[in-house]
């Protein structure tokens, strides 16, 4: 069983900056992928950016590539999500996951994930 607890998010004006930090309990962090996704009024949750176990390899979706960056700690048992250059298209509840997909090309789907945290709020004003 692994928790998830996220938090870094609120209100920023566009251009601005952002770090999430999503805190994981259990002794096994690094055996999993961590992802970040997110979820704006009315929208399906999306995938915003994951890492593999190690912190090795990187993926992100083509709407955040080059302002967003993921990056984990497994000494702390923490993956960060940091975001520059916010837009307001940017504004939704951000919630981070760990999970340990087979392929690299599943790390994009909500259903390879096993845990996920609570969710934190980030509004980007324009």
């Known amino acids: 069983q692994v928790q998830l607890v996220e938090s870094g998010g609120g209100l920023v004006q566009a251009g601005n900056s952002l770090r999430l930090s999503c805190a994981a309990s259990g002794r096994t962090f690094d055996t999993y992928v961590m992802g970040w996704f997110r979820q704006a009024p009315g929208k399906e949750r999306e995938f915003v950016a994951a890492i593999n176990g190690a912190g090795e390899r990187t993926l992100y979706a083509d709407s955040v590539k080059g302002r967003f960056t993921i990056s984990r700690d497994n000494a702390e048992n923490t993956v960060y999500l940091q975001m520059n250059s916010l837009k307001p298209e940017d504004t939704a509840v951000y919630y981070c996951?760990?999970?340990?997909?087979?392929?690299?090309?599943?790390?994009?789907?909500?259903?390879?994930?096993?845990?996920w945290g609570q969710g934190t709020q980030v509004t980007v004003s324009s």
């Open positions: 996951a760990a999970g340990r997909p087979a392929y690299a090309r599943s790390w994009y789907w909500n259903s390879s994930y096993n845990y």
